[in-house]
């Protein structure tokens, strides 16, 4: 993902499916820290430390008070594990929260668990947060380096898996928003299966 993608351009939803439950997922173009959503999903690192990609567009857009929380989120609770995310507020950004998900590093052993397991832990938090709408990006498929293909079905599936799981989640709507047409159309391609 190339920094300069962040804010070029308005997000758009280019394909949604709606669950049994009645959740929608949408697949969008565009620049999470853009979203109008209750939370926004960080691709962090375990020490909350926001310094490139989409943890960088986030802190830099949403202003210092993102950073500041995180470091006070790992003095209070230690570092950040793929299960469970951290929050903190969304400083500047439209949305109210910042959850920051742990994705694993390509190569490190277990990483379709550990992707899975940020997801399902983002989406725990988006509940005990009482949120309904939720963006997030392609965790660990930057940086991290997990091939994006897997990680597009990984991600889906946790997302539908969460849902049967859990049906009173109060979360109506979650996005996960892409910054170019090749990564959508990889997600688009497994959307439906």
């Known amino acids: 993902m190339a920094r300069q993608g962040y804010n070029r351009r308005v997000n758009t939803v280019h394909a949604e499916q709606t669950l049994p439950g009645g959740q929608r997922i949408q697949l ?112 660990s498929t930057g940086t991290f380096g997990f091939p994006p293909a897997r990680a597009a079905a990984l991600i889906l599936g946790a997302i539908k898996d969460y849902f049967s799981t859990n049906p009173a989640s109060r979360i109506e709507r979650v996005g996960i928003v892409l910054l170019d047409l090749p990564a959508l159309e990889l997600f688009r391609q497994r959307l439906g299966s």
């Open 28 to 139: 969008i173009e565009g620049d999470i820290t853009a979203e109008r959503v209750d939370a926004i999903v960080n691709a962090a690192n375990a020490d909350l430390r926001h310094g490139g990609g989409v943890a960088g567009a986030i802190s830099r857009k949403g202003g210092p008070w993102i950073q500041a929380e995180s470091f006070e989120w790992v003095r209070c609770h230690g570092r950040v594990t793929h299960a469970r995310p951290a929050w903190t507020s969304a400083g500047t950004l439209q949305a109210r929260h910042v959850i920051h998900a742990v994705g694993p590093i390509w190569g490190e052993g277990d990483e379709d668990r550990k992707l899975a397991e940020a997801i399902l832990g983002s989406l725990r938090v988006a509940d005990e947060l009482e949120l309904k709408t939720l963006a997030l990006p392609a965790i």
